[in-house]
């Protein structure tokens, strides 16, 4: 999908980029896969803020997505492409031979009136869900489960792909595009090709409105609080950190520190940054 660029009738339109919905289908949501959403603004279930800087932002409705992808054997056709505001990636309406609607993330190419097909012996073809062991090395794979049955879990973001490495009997090696080499199982099922909207991340957002719609509040520096808001405040004029390593709100280490679960059952390669900082420690 190509961008557009606004005209620069003010400051924060000038520079500023957005989607171009032209090449999308015009038409409302399906109202059968709809379902209501209320914002939780940023707290969890007890109340509390679990996450900052987050309220606000403009209405939104969720569209429900068959990410299991369990209709077997039934062909499909592509009613839609439509915009999803839940989720960076386009979604496509499909509609069963039987009748029943459903909405997926829609890969790249799929155009509108094309057919897919959830099948063992599906075609290798762009939009199609078959088992990771049907599919041939090198292709590139969305929409990965990682247990077989539970439905998408892996690569659902906007332009993400995997690519498929290798199979050695019951597991097979995928390559994750942040560099990372994964094992799952064979059995798995994986959609054929890349997700869709893949300039979604060269979009310009131009002014602070813009990041309010999405519903995200302005983040203040901690090195321009008082000191009893943060570890970094206080002080005459500007000043540096003046602590060994920088500190979150409540004093727990930031920019760094591995939060990241070790999984090494799963891991064959890690990310580049994971390496590094292995190749740093030894």
Known sequence: MALKKY?????????AMGYDFSTLDKKKPEKSLLAPQTTKVG??????????????????????????????????????????????????LLVYADGEKRY?????GLKKE?????????????????????????????????IPGKGAQMVR???????????EGRFAHVSLASGEMKIILADAFASVGQVSNIDHNKVVLGKAGRSRWLGRRPQVRGTVMNPNDHP???GEGRQPI???HPKTPWGKPALGKKTRKKNKRQIVRYRK????TAIAAS
């Open 232 to 234: 970094h405040g206080g």
């Open 43 to 92: 707290r969890g279930s007890a109340g509390k803020i679990t996450t900052r800087h987050r309220g606000g932002g403009v209405k939104r409705r969720y569209r429900i997505i068959d990410f299991k992808m369990n209709k077997f054997d039934i062909p499909a056709k592509v009613r839609a492409i439509e915009y999803d505001p839940n989720r960076t990636s386009f979604i496509a």
């Open 242 to 244: 003046g602590l060994k």
């Open 157 to 167: 973001s906007a332009g993400s792909f995997a690519k498929l490495m290798a199979i």
């Open 273 to 276: 940054r994971d390496e590094d």
């Open 104 to 108: 997926i993330i829609a890969p790249e």
């Open 114 to 146: 094309d057919t897919v097909i959830v099948s063992e012996n599906a075609p290798v073809r762009v939009g199609n869900r078959l088992p990771v062991r049907k599919i041939p090395v090198g292709t590139f794979i969305h929409n990965v489960e990682v």
């Open 7 to 15: 005209k620069p009738t003010s400051p924060g339109r000038r520079g």
